[in-house]
């Protein structure tokens, strides 16, 4: 047989590499940054078109490179970082494979331009697909810049993966955040689409980290400093009262890397227990150094994993100097969590007038007519608009006029399948006086219906109620605010302010009202009636996070988020007790629904036990 084995020519050898390091533009970005780092630059640019799509540059002031050294550092295993594999272990540059620049250039078009501080003038080559396009000297200042353009041009099909500009620029933020924090000696700037999003000065890290995530962080950070043989810890957490639902900023660094350590966080959230409530995450910004000896790091550049050595002496060091922090900057005494959230009813307007509501019932209803109606996508399913009308879950608290807040079961064109048995569960009862229930355990609904009982998990039912709302209010029907006395101002870093100002539209439709959403400060004048006033910076938070871990590439997505994000943060949990007029209002308003089966996170909302049930029990 004849000899198969043949080697993988070297452009492919390298497209297949690329692969690996280069997943997206941020990799690009967190490999080029480093490589300017490892140069000792003081001042580093990164500019970026199109998340970074169109173009990702990067300008540096360092060392700059040789004219042979700038033609050679595109071959693979080009590095002047390690001479022997026992290098590695005593590391303290960022890069040290050699294949960073030689897959990039596989894969984009490449754009170097380097000057060394002895010589007079400097190197320029261009690059394509890893074949060499122009070499020329070239007057440049001292330093490297390096261009990389269309990303994947030889590779469609990663191309085309790519996600949407907001969901790669998140990526890129997030790679910038991890190189700036790790470096606040280094002055860097941020510059996208023309614009930049930040510049920030060489400083200390408090001061990098309020110019990274805006004025208020000064406030919340309690430095942390243990000096041990084992580790050399520094850094600051979050005081526990601006803990958030969302997980924030939460930040280790080993030798001045980031990493991810689950073992480590855990850590620190001992620490912490507490003096948060369940569910919300503290800050912070943590450094350690470590002989590099003593820890392996997963050698796999888009890894961020470390092994410890000695873990267990890391977490105690690490938990016991957080929470001798907390307690010498007297953070931890002042708080009291004993108080159970739960047990607050979310509305602002919880002290206003109860309204009994009335049970309206369309008599005339047919429930084969509706399937018809349904089906040719008529206005006004009478059924819905008409049970529900007065009934209405806040205007029990709020006595909001019926008008704004009745539910219409028309949601567009966006087509919700429900299901005729449901509405028809209630339809003997409803014709009578209203329905007895009770809850049980603060937690469910029960209640009689003509086949039996049915018990209704109160915060999932109150949940779709609300999420069918706000998706209403999003697509079809603008939601009513309530306009706020004094305007609220609260700060975001400026990711986050992007993301605000992408979803702007949307959250004015709920209801927000925004006088500016710019720079590191959100204005609000006006929010979405349910909405309590100290819980706006809450929701918003909430929001920014879904968003950010979700993405939300078109406007469906876009609306379902945010009213997924809405009625998470704003239905009534388990734990809240329910008078009897709220109990019925939710009944009511929950089969007024699309789909009152189940949650809009895919969750039963409710069970039912037929009498023939009972009845076998009993037998
Ligand atoms: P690595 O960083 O793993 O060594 P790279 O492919 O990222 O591999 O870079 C190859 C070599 O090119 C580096 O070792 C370094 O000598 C040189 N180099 C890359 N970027 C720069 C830069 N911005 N300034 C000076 N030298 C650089
Ligand atoms: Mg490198």
Redesign the pocket.
Known sequence: MADIIKLLPDHVANQIAAGEVVQRPASVVK??L???I??K?SIITLVVKNAGKTLVQ?I?N????SDT?AR???ERH????ISSAEDLFALH???????????IAAIAHVELY?KEAQNDVGVKIAIEGSTVKSQDITVVPN??S?SVKNLFFNIPARRKFLKSDKVELRHILDEFHRIVLAHPDIAFHLINNGTELFNLPASNLRQRIVNVFGGKTNTKLVPVEEDTEVVKLHGFVCKPDFAKKSRGEQYFFVNNRYIRSPYLHHSVMAAFEGLVPDQHHPGYYLYLEVDPNTIDINIHPTKTEVKFDDEHALYAILRSSIKHSLGQFQVAPVLDFDTDPNLDTPYHFKDKEVHIPKVEVDHNYNPFAEEVSRSSAVKNNTMYTKATSGASWEGLYAGIPETVRKIESDFGNIQIESDVENVDLFENQMQQEATPSFQLKRKYIVTPIKSGLVIIDQYRAHQRVLYERFLKNITVEKGASQQLLFPLNMSFSSPDIAILQDIRDSLEQVGFMFDRVEGDMVSVRGVPIMVNESEVQLVLEQIVQEVNDFGSEDAFSQSDLLAKALCKSLAVRSGSVLQLEAQEALINDLFACKDPMVSPFQKPIYITTPIADLDKKFM
């Open positions: 490999e080029l480093e490589n300017a490892d140069a630059a990067v540096d360092g060392k700059g490179m050294d050679f550092c595109f080009a590095t002047s970082k540059t960022k890069g040290f494979r050699g294949e960073a620049l030689a897959s380097t330093g490297t390096v």
